[in-house]
């Protein structure tokens, strides 16, 4: 037996509470992992709380991400004993994931947790993180450079938000950090912006073209507030977008990418190929210094998880959430 955060949907209604599941019970797969931590991203407060259709087959065990010690293997990729993480894959939206202490997983779908960190830490970045470096990775190929301007991180105290900041000052970039709550502000120079904004100077209805000031965006907000980060973006900018926290919907024009060449680049972690993954977790261990990772992270217990799930909903989470699903 072992402990899981269980989703059910008994009636119209889902339900969810922490429970004690039996071996058997989980889904078929070559590899068994012993999990030891765990985290709570938007979209698993999403999918606890029910607000979007995040799961797709109930019962369902939730947590995009997780990091632990391989138990068996009945995969020649990964020997019994070896640390590896999962992020996405469609792991806790339709195959059981990482909020339990155990769970069983395709070969193809797990990582080595890079030697630089622990478990806990790998699980400090986790989904959100990877995205964060997605993201800055995108921007970087497309030719972005310090010297080309400043770089607008939205969402800034969310989980993205505080990962991309900490990537884009490491190299060298000046951030301006869009956030809601003012309070924040000396934790976001903390991780490295140089500027604080009032993300309701972006969140509103916006002209089509608007005054030129970002060379880049890192955007995990979507709606008004791209649309107004792509009107304000410079000529030949790029724009990153990999998020919804505002809401989906894009009321934007093309003014931005036909008048100025700006790029949209879409970014997506779920179903990021391999290639792609790998320079996203190097440039993690690269360049994300432990102070910070400890700055933008909080553990939790397995049995705080659904409690955390409706804060991040919310919009009250602050950074990272961990959870020790072993406490
Ligand atoms: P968090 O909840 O940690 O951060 C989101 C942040 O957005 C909040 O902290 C807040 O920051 C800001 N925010 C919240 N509500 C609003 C609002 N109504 N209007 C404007 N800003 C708001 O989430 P994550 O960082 O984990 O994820 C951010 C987004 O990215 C989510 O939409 C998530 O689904 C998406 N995502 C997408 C991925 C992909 O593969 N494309 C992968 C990972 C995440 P502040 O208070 O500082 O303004």
């Known amino acids: 037996m072992f402990k899981a955060i269980l989703i059910e949907k008994p009636e119209a209604a889902q339900t969810v509470r922490l429970a004690e599941v039996d071996d058997a019970q989980l889904p078929e797969a070559a590899v068994t992992v012993r999990v030891e931590y765990s985290t709570i991203n938007y979209k698993d407060g999403l999918a606890i709380t029910g607000k979007s259709p995040v799961v797709r087959k109930f019962p369902m065990v939730p947590g995009i991400d997780l990091a632990g010690i391989v138990e068996s293997s009945a995969s020649s990729e990964w020997r019994q004993g070896e640390r590896v993480l999962l992020n996405g ?47 800055v990775e995108a921007l970087v190929r497309q030719g972005l450079t310090p010297d080309r ?25 000046k951030v301006v950090a869009s956030t809601g709550k003012a309070s924040e502000a000396d934790y976001l120079k903390g991780l490295g912006a ?13 002209k089509a073209l608007q005054k030129e000031r970002w060379a880049a965006v890192v955007d995990s907000v979507g709606s008004h507030t791209l649309a107004n980060a792509c009107a304000q973006t410079k000529y ?26 700006v790029a949209l680049l879409g970014i997506d972690s779920v179903m990021a190929p391999r290639d792609l993954r790998q320079p ?10 432990s102070a910070a990772l400890d700055r933008v992270s909080t553990v939790i217990s397995l049995s705080d998880a659904i409690g955390a799930a409706q804060q991040i909903v919310a919009g009250k989470v602050r950074g990272r959430l961990v959870v020790d699903v072993n406490r």
């Open 89 to 135: 894959w469609g792991v806790g939206e339709t195959h059981w994931g990482g909020l339990a202490q155990r769970a069983r997983l395709k070969s193809e779908w797990l990582q080595r947790v890079p030697e630089r960190f622990t478990t806990r830490q790998a699980m400090a970045i986790g989904t959100a993180g990877y995205t964060a470096s997605l993201c």
């Open 236 to 261: 030949r900018g790029v724009v990153a977008a990999c998020g919804l926290a505002q809401g989906m919907d894009f009321p934007a024009s093309v003014a931005p990418f036909i008048l100025r060449g």
């Open 280 to 289: 996203a977790w190097e440039r993690l261990a690269r360049d994300l210094d």
């Open 194 to 206: 140089a500027e604080v904004i009032d993300r309701n100077e972006l969140s509103q209805p916006g």
């Open 149 to 173: 301007g400043e770089v607008l991180v939205t969402g800034a105290s969310g989980g993205v938000g505080s990962i991309a900041i900490a990537l884009l000052s490491h190299a060298r970039f």
